[in-house]
């Protein structure tokens, strides 16, 4: 392995922050991303080892290499551009083949690093939709201020800011950073006005953060107490009603397929719900109705493979992740590809008891 060096990480693990829609990108950080991941492959291949196959890594590679080619073959066989639906997943695999680690004092840095850059592009992205790109609508209420300059709306950053939250308040259980940083992604996850970011973030807080059983009833008891306005919120608001028949519809769309395209989908990008003329956002129905149920349990075996390799406190990142996919999230996430990426470093990084 070659040992730690704060320049190769910072541009391995930052760019993915700069998750903005600019000058023409839908994410402009992706394509600083391809920069950051050639200039760590040639800090490697200068000190003359280009990958790394250890053991620890090696299960999750093939996991997410399985899943690519899987992926590869369903775009091939349905005429879409082969590597749709899977450039950080392949940015991920790519990552872990770099021969490098931190030592606790650079991840501590990095980590600050990742904080101050995610932030700034979330707080910049609130200010852009409470200040500048505000709709003038009368009557869509919260919906005004949904339209920013991260994904096709606010849900997109309440993911963003969600999994940051989760990753930091992970750090904060471990006793390495304070609790004020998830603090900050908490308040912008509020700004994001996505109800689905900010009830899975209040998940984690009961669940994660609350040690003691009796404590953890209490709170559930009462959230179930609240239950009965929320679920009428829900039933009464467009986005919320909405989701329910798009599991209807897919139900129904799913039982119509032959045998071959419910193990194999029909593609990505195939299906547009007629409730609402968009593709299934939703992370279940999208893996289901367009990979199949072959895609489907791919894509689940990567994170089982991770917990099962890397510790089960993965799931402060990923059942975030998976909840908050029942509204909307992308099955290929910079935020999670990033986020799986410093787990790794910081499972794999020597600290002090």
């Keep these: 392995m070659i040992s730690s060096n704060k320049r190769v990480f910072c541009f391995l693990l930052l760019p993915p922050c700069i998750y903005l829609n600019l000058y023409g990108f839908s994410n402009i950080g ?28 090696i299960h999750v590679i093939v996991a997410i290499f399985i899943y690519i080619c899987y992926v ?43 904080f101050y850059i995610s932030t700034a592009v979330l707080i910049y992205d609130a200010y852009y939709r409470f200040f500048i790109n505000v709709k003038d609508i009368p009557g869509i209420g919260r919906y005004a201020y949904k339209y920013g300059l991260i994904g096709i709306d606010s849900n997109f950053a309440g993911v963003y800011s969600l999994l940051c939250f989760c990753f930091f308040l992970f750090l904060f259980k ?20 996505s109800l689905a970011a900010i009830s ?14 009796i404590y953890k009833i209490f709170v ?20 919320g009603s909405s989701k329910f028949e798009l599991i209807n519809e897919a139900y129904h769309l799913y039982l119509s397929y032959d045998i071959s395209d419910m193990f194999f989908g029909t593609g990505l990008g195939s299906v547009i719900f007629n409730v609402s003329q968009l593709p299934p956002h939703l992370l279940l129905l999208q893996l289901i109705l367009e990979f199949g149920l072959v895609g489907l349990v791919l894509f689940f075996f990567i994170p089982v493979i991770i917990i099962i390799k890397w510790g ?14 029942f509204s909307v999230v992308t099955i290929s996430n910079p935020i999670l590809a990033t986020l799986t990426l410093l787990y790794y470093y910081f499972k794999e990084t020597e600290w002090e008891n």
Aim: a positive charge.
């Design 30 to 57: 992706s394509m600083l991303s391809i920069g950051g991941l050639f200039f760590a492959y040639v800090y490697c291949l200068f000190y003359g080892k280009v990958i790394c196959l250890k053991s620890d890594r």
């Design 220 to 239: 559930i008891f009462s959230l179930s107490f609240m239950s009965y306005f929320i679920v009428g919120f829900i039933l009464t608001d467009g986005s």
């Design 312 to 325: 089960k406190d993965y799931i402060y990142i990923f059942i975030p992740y998976f909840l908050v996919g």
């Design 72 to 114: 590869c073959y369903n775009n091939l066989l349905h005429g879409i551009n082969i590597i749709s639906g899977l450039f950080w997943w392949i940015y991920l695999l790519l990552a872990l083949l770099l021969p490098i680690r931190l030592n606790k004092k650079d991840y501590i840095k990095i980590i600050k690093y990742y």
């Design 174 to 193: 471990k006793g390495k950073i304070s609790v004020v940083y998830s603090l900050v992604y908490f308040l912008v996850t509020i700004a994001t006005c």
């Design 200 to 213: 899975v973030s209040l998940f984690v807080i009961v669940f994660f953060l609350i040690d003691k059983t």
